[in-house]
């Protein structure tokens, strides 16, 4: 098969699908790959890398669409990507399709075939092609956060941190999967007073006894989330309902209580953020401020450290790669029923429960999308 890694074109997005590593792996079954010129030139994969792991490298982004049969991307698709897809190409890539209905009727038009990282199940219950960048975005928050405290940034004027004589910033992480987990470690050690609220008392045991009292757990009930915002320097938005739009846990009303100069981090924006007063922004131009609070709502968060994110989420990528690549995407899937969770559209059709339901569309079941 002849994978495809065109440039990325959203605003600041600097990753890539394939690193030359992952090319290499690709060569070596037997696969041809064509690579985007400048596809990875701004983290430091030229081209001379990708060549001399066998890549081909393409003028521009029409040679890879019209010549591969499995797009390998990063970002999900813009508006000219998805008019170069066609019937029987398969995209890989993060989709995120919940919160954006004109990209999901412009994945269905294309007849193509399109797989989200972020619906791909692994045997443990968990979303691996998600772990990565949410363990970046996680690890990120605190430190945006802290920055957006600052006076000239729009803060309240708070070092995270304190010193002595002076309390620390009360850090609220709203969710403790894999996100918040991960900003309740490096807020925790920015020496910030931090407090994770989620709804699985498992969950809060489990990092009662990773943090040893040190952070502190909240059942997320209603009242406990109002007070916790309220309270709070910081709001870290980590909640994820797979292939769903993010439920709005924080109202207006709240945010209007926080104290002027506060900050809320809302890591969910990919699925339509749980902040009531959430829009996506980008980082050339990554808050603004409503009711008084900074809002910092990145939709590509990792994208700001694209080096590390990049070779992380190839890790967690290429063995899904090779499969497709190696068997098709119908053999892959049947081989595969993790793979499978990850295909969002195909034959023109929504093929994910939980995304379906969120677009107000009809259902495709796997299992009968491939009998079209």
């Known amino acids: 098969m002849r994978v495809g890694v065109p440039r990325e074109i ?38 001379a890398a990708y060549e001399a792991a066998g890549a081909t490298i ?24 998805w008019a170069m897809l066609r019937p029987g190409q398969v995209l ?3 989709l995120h399709l919940a919160p954006d209905p004109a990209q999901a009727k412009g994945l269905m038009a294309s007849g193509a075939s399109a797989i989200a990282y972020e619906t791909v199940t692994e045997a443990e219950g968990g979303l691996p092609l998600l772990r990565p960048m949410s363990e970046v975005a996680g690890r990120m ?32 992480v709203l969710g403790g999967g894999v996100v918040g987990a991960n900003a309740a470690r490096i807020a925790r050690g920015m020496r910030a007073e931090v407090t994770v609220l989620d709804r699985s008392t498992r969950v809060l045991a489990a990092l009662d006894v990773e943090f040893g009292g040190a952070v502190a757990t909240r ?19 980590a909640v994820l309902v797979p292939g769903a739009a993010a439920p709005k846990l924080v109202t207006r009303a709240m945010l209007a209580a926080m ?89 023109g059709g929504i093929t994910h429960g939980a995304v379906a339901d969120a677009l107000g569309m009809d259902h495709l079941p796997v299992e009968r999308a491939f009998l079209r």
Request: hydrophobic content about 45%.
């Open 92 to 94: 890989f890539t993060y």
């Open 259 to 347: 104290r002027p100069g506060s900050v809320v981090v809302d890591v969910a924006i990919d699925q339509g953020g749980c902040f009531e007063t959430s829009r996506p922004t980008t980082h050339a131009n990554p808050t603004y401020v409503e009711e008084g609070v900074v809002h910092y709502c990145v939709t590509n968060m990792p994208g700001a450290v694209a080096r590390t994110s990049a070779v992380a989420l190839n890790n967690a990528t290429l063995p899904f790669v090779l499969q497709i690549a190696d068997k098709g995407l119908a053999e892959a899937c049947a081989e595969n029923p993790h793979l499978a969770q990850g295909l969002n559209v195909h034959a």
């Open 10 to 47: 959203k605003v600041h997005e600097y990753r890539v699908g394939l690193t030359p590593a992952s090319v290499r792996e690709l060569v070596a079954h037997g696969h041809g790959v064509l690579v985007q010129a400048g596809a990875g030139a701004a983290i430091g994969f030229a081209d």
């Open 141 to 172: 928050a605190p430190q945006v956060g802290a920055h957006c405290l600052e006076k000239e940034a729009g803060g309240a004027g708070i070092l995270l941190g304190g010193v002595p004589g002076v309390p620390p910033a009360r850090v609220a």
């Open 219 to 237: 059942f997320a009930s209603r009242a406990a989330i109002e007070e916790a915002v309220i309270e709070a320097d910081l709001v870290i938005g």
């Open 58 to 81: 393409a003028a521009d982004a029409a040679e890879v669409f019209a010549t591969a049969g499995l797009i390998v991307k990063v970002k999900e698709p813009q508006p000219a990507e």
